[in-house]
């Protein structure tokens, strides 16, 4: 069972264009939101995170809207670089005593034209 | 970068065999996973571990088994490997706190049953 439904699966951009991945949960124990970046080869890496008392977090390039009521969020990604080109993970955590337990979406393959 | 080894980084194998990979880490944090990563579904989590002899299963445990002996090793063993079980496989780190939820990451064991 999908509980992070992540969309689209692949994006072509433009160099200096918007670029937006989007993802939605279920299940409101979640309490922390990360967006992973991964280059082929390569294991992911912790882009930008954030948790469900904010609505916007933002890190350079990089901006999480988030959505409490509709159990959205999504990645913005300004002025989009080739070096962004690589697949991106939205993730949720839930905690449930000793556990610590990260569900992931099904992945964005981002593609920025030179 | 978060030490994390995983090994063999490659690997072919015939179905029926018996598979073990291994992820060590030098940061003594508590909690380890297994994920595995298929197009289009993302990083599926196998199992996961939050202290020594203390694992749990994720949400594709069938067909894996895992051990932590000590807090820098996790194994993961395919008792009798089948060709669905061809994937690259990732180990992740993280030390539990609430504050943050990072992930460290290793580089991934390709693993290929024919």
């Known amino acids: 069972q999908q509980q992070v439904k992540q969309s689209p699966q692949s994006l072509i951009v433009q160099k200096g264009g918007i670029s937006i991945i989007n993802c939605a949960y279920e299940?409101?124990?979640?309490?922390?939101f990360p967006w992973y970046q991964q280059f082929p080869g390569k294991g992911p890496a912790l882009l930008i995170a954030?948790?469900?008392?904010?609505s916007e977090k933002k890190e350079g390039r990089f901006t999480i809207s988030f959505n409490k009521s509709a159990k959205q969020f999504s990645l913005h990604i300004m002025d989009s670089q080739p070096g962004d080109s690589a697949t991106y993970f939205c993730?949720?955590?839930?905690?449930?005593?000793?556990?610590?337990?990260?569900?992931f979406g099904s992945g964005t393959q981002l593609t920025v034209l030179p | 970068d978060a030490g994390i080894t995983q090994s063999p980084r490659h690997k072919v194998t015939e179905t029926g065999t018996p598979v073990t990979l291994r992820c060590h880490q030098t940061?003594?944090?508590?909690?380890m996973y297994w994920y595995r990563q298929d197009p289009g579904h993302g990083l599926r989590l196998i199992h996961y571990?939050?202290?020594?002899?203390?694992?749990d299963k994720g949400e594709v445990s069938d067909g894996y088994s895992v051990s932590r002996s000590k807090t820098e090793d996790f194994l993961l063993t395919l008792e009798s490997a089948t060709s669905s079980q061809t994937s690259v496989y990732f180990c992740?780190?993280?030390?539990?706190?609430?504050?943050?939820?990072?992930?460290?990451f290793g580089e991934g064991s390709r693993l290929t049953v024919l």
């Open positions: 993730a949720a955590r839930r905690i449930s005593g000793s556990a610590r337990q990260l569900t």
């Open positions: 299940n409101t124990a979640f309490d922390y």
């Open positions: 954030i948790r469900p008392d904010v």
């Open positions: 940061e003594n944090h508590r909690y």
């Open positions: 571990s939050y202290g020594v002899k203390d694992t």
């Open positions: 992740a780190i993280t030390s539990g706190t609430l504050n943050t939820g990072e992930l460290f």
